[in-house]
């Protein structure tokens, strides 16, 4: 199985500041027929459920703010937060699905405000 | 509004069985896949089960294959994953999954959860 590891474990950054968070992978998760990198980014407030904030490691989901912005192909994967608010305290999760159903989440990031 | 609301979670023996429930609203089984992702105790996020839109496939993680049985009912847009011979290490918070893409093949990632039902297998 792609193993995804998240760097780092946890992160402090202080508001309005940018956040930046890596997801590298075992393996390439570009698939060149289609020209697309099969990755996403999820985050995970406490007492929520997860929330799709990035697929296909580019595109933003519907309603997801502009300052969260998704880049990377290959095995190496950057989510950005361009300046950090207070609402973004969570864990953020990288997940695969190149080898759907064979599904794998990252380890996932502690982001917390400094 | 899509709404996915699970239950059947509870406190389970080992070796025991349980059935969860997760009643979908908004939109149709039938149009997309469904999956179960659980979160254990103080871990990260793990899928475990899918099926396809049309419910021909079904699909689990190494985990749980040979134990639980995902399925669903059409007829009234509900999700279940039979939960067989539980383990220790099953105890998780469950999030029943919609994909976000309507298409016939397998899960791909995930645009909405329900807030998780609890199962805790414990003697």
């Known amino acids: 199985d792609i193993v995804l590891t998240q760097y780092p474990d946890s992160l402090a950054v202080s508001l309005g500041e940018r956040a930046t968070l890596t997801c590298k992978s075992s393996?390439?998760?570009?698939?060149?027929?289609?020209?697309?990198?099969?990755l996403a980014w999820y985050q995970h407030k406490a007492g929520q459920p997860p929330r799709l904030l990035i697929y296909?490691?580019?595109i933003r989901d519907s309603g997801v703010p502009d300052r969260f912005s998704g880049s990377g192909s290959g095995t190496d994967f950057t989510l950005t937060i361009s300046s950090l608010q207070a609402e973004d305290v969570a864990v953020y999760y990288c997940?695969?699905?190149?080898?759907?159903?064979?599904?794998?989440f990252g380890q996932g990031t502690r982001l917390e405000i400094k | 509004e899509v709404q996915l609301l699970e239950s059947g979670g509870g406190l389970v023996q080992p070796g025991g069985s349980l059935r969860l429930s997760c009643a979908a609203s908004?939109?149709?089984?039938?149009?997309?896949?469904m999956s179960w992702v659980r979160q254990a105790p103080g871990k990260g996020l793990e899928w475990v089960s899918g099926?396809?839109?049309?419910?021909?496939?079904?699909y689990y993680a190494d985990s749980v294959r040979g134990r639980f049985t995902i399925s669903r009912d059409t007829s009234n847009n509900i999700l279940f994953l039979q939960m067989n011979s539980p383990r220790v290490e099953d105890t998780a918070r469950y999030y029943c999954?919609?994909?976000?893409?309507?298409?016939?093949?397998?899960?791909?990632?995930?645009?909405?959860w329900g807030q998780g039902t609890l199962v805790t297998v414990s003697s």
């Open positions: 997940q695969h699905y190149y080898e759907s159903p064979r599904i794998t």
């Open positions: 296909w490691a580019t």
């Open positions: 393996q390439s998760i570009f698939y060149n027929v289609n020209n697309k990198d099969y």
């Open positions: 999954v919609k994909d976000r893409r309507e298409s016939p093949g397998p899960p791909y990632y995930f645009d909405n």
């Open positions: 099926i396809s839109s049309s419910g021909s496939n079904s």
């Open positions: 908004g939109f149709s089984l039938s149009r997309f896949a």
